[in-house]
């Protein structure tokens, strides 16, 4: 293939935008930011499990709480009326008064019991309230994170989509002016040759390879006509000839 040498220089042009495609792609899929707000959205996630579970918990011991508290009044009121009872000396039968007295005792003992249920039970539910608390605002810190971590991928990544919209444009000036023919040969080594298609001959070293032109290889590129399109021995990516080549 034959192309001018302007033209093949233009590749140049083209391979560089391209490569700063593919570079602009890689930061945009490897924002630092990407990591950090999935370690946060799982850090929130679990956090809020645990929240539901401390607030389920609250829930449980309120009740619970309401029920001994509930028992414990239950127990005080029988005890009342049968001190009342007592009290209005209605009962003077030994039998009665004794079974009376006994049962007197027996509600306070289970008022006292019930009693430190109810403190124990108030004990768990302050518990749960406190660690609800402390939860809701390790929350309320990590969603504040994200939303940061958000906001400063979302500014990045609308950084990045203008400079891509705007080489997008510049690349498609700039292959506009390569012949056709030029441009599908480069398209084809590109998509072979992760990205590379076209490379710069600098100082006798193929610049897409990265290795030196040995004597019978340079000996043929210098022999070669500046229109005909070479290759490179090594890669096989289309190897463009400048003033800094080394000829």
Not at 173 to 184: M, R, T
Request: glycine share 4%; charged share 35%.
């Amino acid at each position: 293939m034959n192309a001018a040498p302007a033209d093949q220089i233009r590749l140049l042009d083209v391979q560089a935008l391209d490569t700063r495609l593919t570079q602009l792609a890689h930061k945009r899929k490897n924002l630092p930011e990407h990591e950090e707000i999935q370690t946060l959205e799982g850090d929130l996630t679990q956090l809020r499990d645990l929240l539901v579970a401390a607030q389920t918990e609250e829930s449980d011991t309120a009740r619970e709480q309401t029920k001994a508290e509930q028992d414990v009044d239950q127990v005080r009121q029988r005890a009342s009326r049968d001190q009342k009872r007592l009290d209005s000396g209605l009962v003077t039968n030994p039998k009665d008064l004794e079974s009376l007295q006994s049962e007197i005792a027996s509600l306070a003992k289970r008022q006292g019991d019930l009693e430190d249920v109810v403190l124990e039970v108030m004990e768990r539910r302050e518990s749960a309230q406190e660690r609800a608390g402390e939860l809701a605002r390790r929350v309320e810190s990590v969603q504040a994170k994200t939303e940061d971590a958000t906001g400063r991928r979302d500014a990045a990544l609308e950084t990045i989509d203008t400079e891509v919209a705007t080489v997008k444009k510049e690349r498609e000036i700039v292959a506009g002016s390569v012949p056709a023919e030029l441009l599908k040969l480069y398209e084809k080594i590109r998509e072979q040759q992760g990205g590379v298609g076209a490379a710069r001959l600098y100082q006798r070293r193929c610049e897409g390879c990265q290795l030196e032109l040995n004597i019978t290889e340079m000996n043929e590129v210098r022999a070669a006509a500046a229109e005909e399109v070479v290759r490179c021995e090594n890669c096989r990516r289309i190897l463009v000839r400048t003033p800094e080549s080394g000829l």
